[in-house]
């Protein structure tokens, strides 16, 4: 019986295992507890101290507010310049499916626009080329 038996972690050291068993259990991310800010939820303990010194506990928690997405109008825009290509004198923008006229280019002829929304300069520009915008 020997009398000074070597350390157990001593006698691994150089060996390419070192205590793990075989090389494949010592090898991915798992054995490191995931990738980045995995395992950091609610319900785990993993990794809390990182998580609590470099966010304090603003991390945990619901904040803030998500406006429901069929509260908001969608604005669906044309410019005075697209209005040249229609034929008619009177033309109802909000059957065509926009919403608001802006006052991008010129219009050379006289038209009526009936339009819910619209911009000071693209008043400005129809009833300059004599026609008017009719708000809806």
């Known amino acids: 019986m020997p009398v000074n038996k070597r350390k157990k972690n001593s006698r691994l050291k150089g060996s390419h295992t070192y205590g793990w068993g075989s090389k494949k259990k010592h090898r991915k991310a798992g054995n490191r507890g995931g990738h ?15 998580i609590l010194k470099k966010y304090g506990h603003d991390y945990f928690g619901k904040t803030g507010f998500k406006r429901p997405q069929q509260v908001l109008l969608k604005i669906k825009t044309i410019n005075i310049e697209d209005l040249n290509k229609f034929k008619e004198d009177k033309i109802d923008l909000l059957k065509l499916g926009y919403n608001k006229l802006l006052g ?11 339009v819910p929304k619209f911009s000071e300069s693209a008043k400005e ?3 300059k080329a004599g026609g008017q915008i009719l708000e809806q």
Do not use: L, P
């Open 36 to 50: 980045g800010m995995s395992g950091t939820g609610k319900r785990s303990d993993h990794k809390k101290t990182m």
């Open 104 to 114: 991008k280019g010129n219009i050379n002829k006289k038209v009526t626009i009936i």
């Open 125 to 127: 520009k129809i009833e």
